[in-house]
């Protein structure tokens, strides 16, 4: 039996997979921070994400289809999740919604940064983005020219470097 959904409107149905406050926020912070692990997810969350929605939250998101998880190799009681091609596809979204965070709201510097230098990137860097994404969780060859720092690198260093100027 299908789930009910409210309508077929691809808008709804969008926000009834992402449409709550967190859900955005693990898969930014998969994707941005390299957070692929619970406790990671947990601890190194801005906006202080409490244990009990950031396991609803995984489970609603493996349950969607835009994660996976697979043993931890290191550590027998832990798990690392992956991306999944339809959460890798969700970069332009992030980035306009980013974009438009940047130019509506009261966005701090240093974590706009990564906005900034994905909008001004535009299509071609987020297709970077994702083609490194592929790689890095789905195990897809590297596809394009080898670039000698990638995407995350580059938007990463920018942030820390912000984040450690003088004010």
Known sequence: MQD????GCPINL???VLGD???LIVIRD???GDRRRYRELLTRSEEGIASNVL???LKRLLAAG???KADDPRHRQSVIYSLTEPAIQLVPL???MGAWGRRHTP???ELSIRAQLLEEGGPPLWAELMDELRVRHLNAEACGPSVSESVLQRLNAAYEAIRQAPN
């Open 4 to 7: 009910a959904h409210r309508s």
């Open 14 to 16: 969008t926000l009834e």
């Open 21 to 23: 406050r967190w859900s």
């Open 30 to 32: 998969i994707i941005f």
């Open 55 to 57: 396991a609803d939250r």
């Open 66 to 68: 835009l994660l996976t």
């Open 94 to 96: 992030l980035a306009q």
């Open 107 to 109: 966005a701090s510097r």
